[in-house]
Nanobody, 118 residues
């Protein structure tokens, strides 16, 4: 397994969760990392990521100011801190990696489910 996502669960609206993405078979420092989510009946969307391997971050408007992506190279792990969660954040969350030279994410984790109750 190249990427393993964890940390999902059930939380009340207004609560927080931190997702983790470990790369047992992938060195995250060599890739551009991102977090996606897919809600029921919707397409998968990029919600947070790094612009390039050593660069700035980007966020979807829907999560800006509430979610924070970070990484720990020593632990080979990427995190997604999610605060002020809303019911519309309910989705399966995926971490992904792409080569620096490609716009396509081609390494994916298995997904972790987040459910936000109102």
């Amino acid at each position: 397994v190249q990427l393993q996502a964890s940390g999902g669960g059930l939380v009340q609206a207004g609560g927080s969760l931190r997702l983790s993405c470990a790369g047992p078979e992938l060195t995250i420092s060599r890739y551009v990392m991102g977090w996606f989510r897919q809600a029921p009946g919707k397409e998968r969307e990029l919600i947070a990521g790094f612009r390039w391997s050593g660069g700035s971050t980007l966020y979807a408007d829907s999560v800006k100011g509430r979610f924070t992506i970070s990484r720990d190279y020593a632990k080979n792990t990427v995190y997604l801190q999610m605060n002020s969660l809303k019911p519309e954040d309910t989705a399966v969350y995926y971490c992904a990696a792409r080569p620096i030279t490609s716009p396509e994410y081609d390494h994916w984790g298995q997904g972790t489910k987040v459910t936000v109750s109102s």
